[in-house]
């Protein structure tokens, strides 16, 4: 799809933190192990990736209820508008694929329908997405 669209694919690796800090190597250690015992395809099944791939112009869909109130529920669908990315990522270039450093800043996804209301600066329907 990017490729046909002239677009970029970022890829952010996941970040395994424990309360917003980064893990230790004792941790890090812990959890492979943890892994190893319960096997590869347990791994699949019950974490989340170990990358994300984003681009503008991808597809996206809410996968659990945040706001029901404003119709950001399991099953909303949307579009990415923009990726904004973090202060510290440096220049990312013009190659076809690009693999970031830190995750972004923020997402700004564009819903087919909602009840937020329009933030200033933004357009109707497009909401910030914090990756966390």
């Known amino acids: 799809m990017c490729r046909e669209r002239g677009r970029q694919l970022l890829i952010c690796t996941a970040e395994d933190t424990v309360k917003g800090r980064p893990l230790t190597l004792r941790e890090k250690y812990a959890f492979e192990s943890r892994h190893l015992r319960q096997g590869k395809r347990q791994r699949r099944k019950k974490d989340l990736p170990r990358r994300i791939e984003l681009a503008i ?6 996968t659990e209820n945040i706001e029901t109130d404003l119709d950001l529920t399991n099953g909303a669908r949307g579009e990415i508008t923009d990726i904004i990315l973090h202060p510290d990522e440096p ?29 200033d600066g933004l357009d109707e329907r497009v909401i910030p997405v914090i990756p966390a």
């Open 57 to 62: 112009g991808m597809k996206v869909m809410v």
């Open 91 to 119: 220049a990312i270039g013009d190659g076809p694929i690009v693999h970031l450093q830190h995750l972004p800043l923020y997402i700004l996804v564009k819903l087919h329908r909602t009840r937020a209301t329009t933030l």
